[in-house]
């Protein structure tokens, strides 16, 4: 008899197509990501609808790979979770469509997960002494949220974005300064070959909410200062560029982070989310939280970006919670964290 | 021989179980609902009334398109999904094809239309003859006027059917437009048909027409608009 719980997990709400088979909610069976970012970076950025058609086409692939390599066949699995929301309509529906038609076919139980509370559940999988409660930092792609994680599953919002999430900034600065897509990678390259020091980037805060992120006067600052070395004819160092746009993030989300964990009085703190994958923003947070005496937990870069453990390890705390989706689970592209 | 019929292609959802030559169940809603929201309590509905054990089911059958493309997505996700579970072939059956399949042994030309929008529709052109379903003009998308051109060379003996929603989108134009004796098929069979899908997947199967779940994808008919431009800046420059 089998005492373990698996889960086998479903992710499709962007540009990977990603199956995982978690145990217990910590420990990963198996991994399986395809990515179609090469596709995406013949159009500079992520086409939803080829996403759509990409996810449709290699999801069963990705998912039989991921039953095979966990060691388990689908009759052992217990439970079959999928990401609901946040994300892309289209590349959603895919995951969520095959999740529902799976469980219903195999018996098993369906958990609708919650996207962004995937990227907070990817710490507990290297983390094991990460228990709420704690501070959260969660910046990708399409987020960046500053949260109490009150318990497995109760989060407080203390600041988000008001404009461009921290991900997207960097895609646009990487394009403005003729780096491509994806821009988080490409820029943390160049910023190791530059000064972050070169050029004084403003750090945006939005006024009246000590919390929040506002990074589309950042990206405004850069393409301003560009215009300007091309009308001047002055030379445009890339690398610096990136560095200093780098450290411009950086700085602003380990100060309102750190801040944030002070006025709370919480001596943890865990970050995630693809951006956290970004080797400047690793190394100054694990400084900033040392300095202030705290302890600093972020996942390795593989359960950073978009990935489908991330999803299992939630899941797993949404059941021990007795939570399940219904048959009708749909597709819900601006789901909020917290909300179900 | 014992199949799961489902066309989500277009406003239509529909799921069927046959066995053999028995319908055992049906269910078909032309409701402006997401066909991710309803299809499966739908299977799951059915499956209950007629008490059925999945592991009996032999393949799952697809309107694999043209339509929607986020309709056919949902429904191709599902038949891949449940193909996965039960270890069982796809069988992927053309949406107009299926169509057309309503109408069992009609004389005339059948002309199923979908709404494909940007000025133009899905359609196919059949006939029967000797109880076999023939293909005179495979699937594709084409602008009503081409169509209707095409429906009056050919003026067919036996006058032409039209059906499918792209009816209710055209029949103004098409009323307009066609030269010969043309009719409308009527509420019971003039939309897509689950339990058509699941009949003619029977045929297929039997000639060893179908797919393994990973194989299985949509037909679009039709690229992406971001191809679409791709290809004509590419074109140009």
Same mark, same amino acid.
Request: charged letters at 20%; aromatic letters at 6%.
């Given at each position: 008899?089998?005492?373990?719980?698996?889960?086998?997990?479903?992710?499709?709400?962007?540009?990977?197509?990603?199956?995982?088979?978690?145990?217990?909610?910590?420990?990963?069976?198996?991994?399986?990501?395809?990515?179609?970012?090469?596709?995406?970076?013949?159009?500079?950025?992520?086409?939803?609808?080829?996403?759509?058609?990409?996810?449709?086409?290699?999801?069963?692939?990705?998912?039989?790979? /991921?039953?095979?390599?966990?060691?388990?066949?689908?009759?052992?699995?217990?439970?079959? /979770?999928?990401?609901?929301?946040?994300?892309?309509?289209?590349?959603?529906?895919?995951?969520?469509?095959?999740?529902?038609?799976?469980?219903?076919?195999?018996?098993?139980?369906?958990?609708?997960?919650?996207?962004?509370?995937?990227?907070?559940?990817?710490?507990?999988?290297?983390?094991?002494?990460?228990?709420?409660?704690?501070?959260?930092?969660?910046?990708?792609?399409?987020?960046?949220?500053?949260?109490?994680?009150?318990?497995?599953?109760?989060?407080?919002?203390?600041?988000?974005?008001?404009?461009?999430?921290?991900?997207?900034?960097?895609?646009?600065?990487?394009?403005?300064?003729?780096?491509?897509?994806?821009?988080?990678?490409?820029?943390?390259?160049?910023?190791?070959?530059?000064?972050?020091?070169?050029?004084?980037?403003?750090?945006?805060?939005?006024?009246?909410?000590?919390?929040?992120?506002?990074?589309?006067?950042?990206?405004?600052?850069?393409?301003?200062?560009?215009?300007?070395?091309?009308?001047?004819?002055?030379?445009?160092?890339?690398?610096?560029?990136?560095?200093?746009?780098?450290?411009?993030?950086?700085?602003?989300?380990?100060?309102?982070?750190?801040?944030?964990?002070?006025?709370?009085?919480?001596?943890?703190?865990?970050?995630?989310?693809?951006?956290?994958?970004?080797? /400047?923003?690793?190394?100054?947070?694990?400084?900033?939280?040392?300095?202030?005496?705290?302890?600093?937990?972020?996942?390795?870069?593989?359960?950073?970006?978009?990935?489908?453990?991330?999803?299992?390890?939630?899941?797993?705390?949404?059941?021990?919670?007795?939570?399940?989706?219904?048959?009708?689970?749909?597709?819900?592209?601006?789901?909020?964290?917290?909300?179900? | 021989?014992?199949?799961?019929?489902?066309?989500?292609?277009?406003?239509?959802?529909?799921?069927?179980?046959?066995?053999?030559?028995?319908?055992?169940?049906?269910?078909?809603? %032309?409701?402006?609902?997401?066909?991710?929201?309803?299809?499966?309590?739908?299977?799951?509905?059915?499956?209950?009334?007629?008490?059925?054990?999945?592991?009996?089911?032999?393949?799952?059958?697809?309107?694999?398109?043209?339509?929607?493309?986020?309709?056919?997505?949902?429904?191709?996700?599902?038949?891949?999904?449940?193909?996965?579970?039960?270890?069982?072939?796809?069988?992927?059956?053309?949406?107009?094809?299926?169509?057309?399949?309503?109408?069992?042994?009609?004389?005339?030309?059948?002309?199923?239309?979908?709404?494909?929008?940007?000025?133009?529709?899905?359609?196919?052109?059949?006939?029967?003859?000797?109880? %076999?379903?023939?293909?005179?003009?495979?699937?594709?998308?084409?602008?009503?006027?081409?169509?209707?051109?095409?429906?009056?060379?050919?003026?067919?003996?036996?006058?032409?059917?039209?059906?499918?929603?792209?009816?209710?989108?055209?029949?103004?134009?098409?009323?307009?437009?066609?030269?010969?004796?043309?009719?409308?098929?009527?509420?019971?069979?003039?939309?897509?048909?689950?339990?058509?899908?699941?009949?003619?997947?029977?045929?297929?199967?039997?000639?060893?027409?179908?797919?393994?779940?990973?194989?299985?994808?949509?037909?679009?008919?039709?690229?992406?608009?971001?191809?679409?431009?791709?290809?004509?800046?590419?074109?140009?420059?």
């Amino acid at each position: 008899m089998n005492q373990h719980t698996d889960i086998l997990a479903i992710e499709t709400s962007c540009d990977e197509t990603a199956c995982a088979v978690i145990r217990d909610g910590r420990e990963v069976l198996s991994n399986v990501i395809y990515t179609q970012i090469s596709m995406h970076t013949l159009y500079g950025g992520v086409v939803p609808e080829l996403a759509s058609r990409k996810h449709i086409e290699k999801i069963n692939t990705v998912i039989e790979n /991921a039953l095979t390599e966990s060691g388990l066949t689908l009759p052992e699995i217990d439970a079959v /979770a999928v990401t609901y929301g946040p994300g892309l309509v289209g590349a959603l529906l895919v995951g969520v469509a095959e999740a529902k038609s799976i469980a219903w076919a195999a018996g098993k139980p369906l958990i609708g997960v919650n996207h962004i509370e995937g990227h907070i559940a990817a710490n507990y999988i290297e983390h094991p002494e990460l228990k709420p409660p704690y501070l959260g930092l969660v910046v990708s792609g399409g987020h960046t949220h500053l949260i109490i994680v009150k318990d497995w599953a109760e989060f407080e919002i203390l600041g988000r974005t008001v404009d461009d999430a921290a991900g997207e900034a960097f895609d646009k600065v990487a394009r403005a300064i003729g780096l491509g897509y994806p821009g988080g990678p490409k820029i943390d390259a160049a910023a190791k070959e530059g000064d972050p020091l070169a050029i004084p980037f403003p750090k945006a805060k939005v006024h009246g909410s000590e919390y929040d992120f506002s990074f589309s006067g950042l990206k405004s600052a850069v393409l301003n200062y560009l215009n300007h070395a091309e009308m001047t004819k002055e030379a445009v160092n890339r690398n610096d560029v990136a560095a200093s746009f780098q450290k411009a993030v950086v700085d602003v989300l380990c100060e309102h982070t750190i801040l944030a964990a002070k006025e709370h009085g919480i001596r943890q703190v865990a970050m995630a989310g693809g951006v956290s994958a970004n080797s /400047a923003l690793r190394t100054a947070m694990t400084e900033a939280c040392k300095e202030a005496g705290f302890e600093f937990y972020v996942p390795s870069p593989v359960y950073c970006t978009d990935n489908a453990a991330m999803i299992g390890v939630a899941a797993y705390h949404e059941m021990m919670n007795g939570a399940k989706s219904g048959w009708e689970l749909n597709a819900i592209p601006a789901l909020r964290l917290g909300e179900r | 021989m014992k199949l799961i019929a489902i066309d989500s292609s277009g406003l239509t959802a529909s799921v069927a179980i046959l066995e053999d030559d028995v319908l055992l169940a049906s269910y078909t809603v %032309d409701y402006k609902k997401t066909h991710s929201q309803t299809l499966l309590p739908m299977l799951d509905e059915i499956s209950r009334m007629i008490g059925l054990d999945v592991h009996t089911i032999d393949a799952v059958a697809v309107a694999a398109g043209p339509g929607s493309f986020t309709g056919l997505r949902i429904g191709s996700a599902t038949a891949k999904g449940l193909a996965l579970a039960l270890q069982v072939p796809v069988i992927e059956v053309p949406t107009l094809q299926a169509m057309a399949y309503n109408l069992y042994n009609a004389r005339g030309l059948i002309c199923p239309i979908m709404d494909a929008r940007r000025d133009q529709v899905y359609n196919g052109l059949y006939i029967w003859w000797n109880h %076999d379903l023939y293909t005179i003009k495979d699937q594709r998308a084409v602008s009503i006027e081409e169509l209707a051109e095409e429906i009056n060379r050919r003026n067919h003996s036996r006058g032409t059917i039209l059906l499918g929603d792209g009816v209710a989108a055209y029949k103004d134009k098409l009323d307009a437009l066609l030269t010969v004796p043309h009719f409308y098929a009527p509420a019971h069979v003039n939309r897509q048909r689950a339990a058509s899908v699941g009949a003619l997947a029977q045929i297929f199967y039997k000639s060893g027409k179908y797919v393994s779940a990973k194989e299985h994808a949509p037909i679009y008919l039709r690229k992406s608009q971001a191809e679409r431009e791709r290809e004509m800046k590419e074109g140009k420059a």
